[in-house]
């Protein structure tokens, strides 16, 4: 099933340190409902079985969200909302809000927490949020943002005490997290392979990736066209037929870095995307990967 996120805003009305979507760079902008709309009708046309709204804080524009995910609905296209839960601030208001979702058909509620989250959004916001989730019937689950330290304990702690279901999700070192301090890792030899899930940004570029790679600077490698010129199902193809694209999908990322001469203990000391930077924001190596895509392909154990 084809699915891809949507980035309808990127404007937030909190900041948190790690954010992806804070590059400095970034103009802060919103697509215009119309062309949303649109953009949504294409994707059923393309075949897009579910969509997930990202990005910025969507609920700033909650009456635009019912309508986006109301037209979801009526075509036939799971949706899913990430959210900072800073609007679940008192327990009537949230089930208000999570009634009106539900009776636009959202197929779930991704809650964000994390320690930067927290330092702007009360945490009792998220099991409120959760909360009301379940007295609604909506599926929901947390997202717990992790630099896997113990400075994330308290956090987990509280998501354990709760109840709450909750999945890890590694901290991308972008965006304004481009300028931590990252821990040596040693992980064992995982595949690292991707699924790229294509991503609509507010300014209706798209991108073949939805997470680091929307901002390879020297290569933008990930990123296939403008819905100003091009439409959504031929930028879908375009992605899924890319020889390398399909290579970080199936033989994933270490294989690749290996193929192209990384050492095996050089590849077990680095995060996913940030091996995948290494490898696709380089010209020279990008270029040298195209060449021998063909023997890539093949290059199986
Ligand atoms: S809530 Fe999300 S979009 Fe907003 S600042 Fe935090 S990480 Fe960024
Ligand atoms: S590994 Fe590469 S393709 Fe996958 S999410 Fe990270 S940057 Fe994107």
Not at 106 to 118: E, K, N
């Amino acid at each position: 099933m084809r699915k891809i996120a949507f980035g309808y805003s990127n404007r937030c009305n909190i900041s948190c340190g790690h954010c992806v979507a804070a590059d400095p760079g970034l103009q802060r902008e919103k697509m215009d409902l119309d062309v949303a709309r649109s953009i949504i009708r294409q994707a059923k046309s393309a075949e897009v079985g579910g969509i997930s709204f990202t990005a910025g804080e969507p609920f700033i524009y909650f009456d635009d969200m019912l309508a986006l995910i109301g037209l979801c609905s009526a075509l036939g296209i799971y949706s899913r909302v990430v959210t900072n839960c800073s609007w679940a601030d008192n327990d009537d208001k949230t089930l208000e809000y999570v009634e009106l979702l539900r009776r636009c058909g959202l197929g779930q509620l991704r809650l964000s927490c994390s320690r930067w989250h927290q330092q702007q959004v009360d945490i009792e916001n998220v099991a409120r949020a959760a909360g009301a989730c379940r007295r609604a019937g909506v599926a929901c689950y947390v997202s717990f943002v992790t630099d896997f330290t113990r400075a994330d304990d308290h956090i987990e702690e509280y998501l354990m005490a709760k109840k709450l279901v909750y999945f890890p999700e590694p901290l991308i070192y972008s965006g304004r997290a481009a300028a931590f301090e990252k821990r040596a890792l040693f992980t064992d030899y995982q595949h690292n392979r991707c699924s790229m899930n294509a991503y609509v940004a507010p300014d209706l570029a798209v991108y073949a990736c939805c997470d680091g790679g929307t901002d390879f600077k020297a290569t933008n490698v990930f990123r296939l066209g403008s819905l100003h010129t091009d439409g959504l199902g031929e930028m879908l193809e375009k992605s899924e037929s890319n020889p390398l694209f399909c290579c970080i999908r199936t033989q994933g990322i270490s294989v690749i870095a290996s193929y192209a001469g990384f050492r095996a203990r050089e590849i077990v000391g680095y995060r996913k995307c940030d091996l995948c930077r290494e490898l696709f924001d380089d010209r020279l190596r990008l270029r040298l990967l195209y060449s021998k895509v063909r023997e890539l392909q093949n290059w199986t154990r």
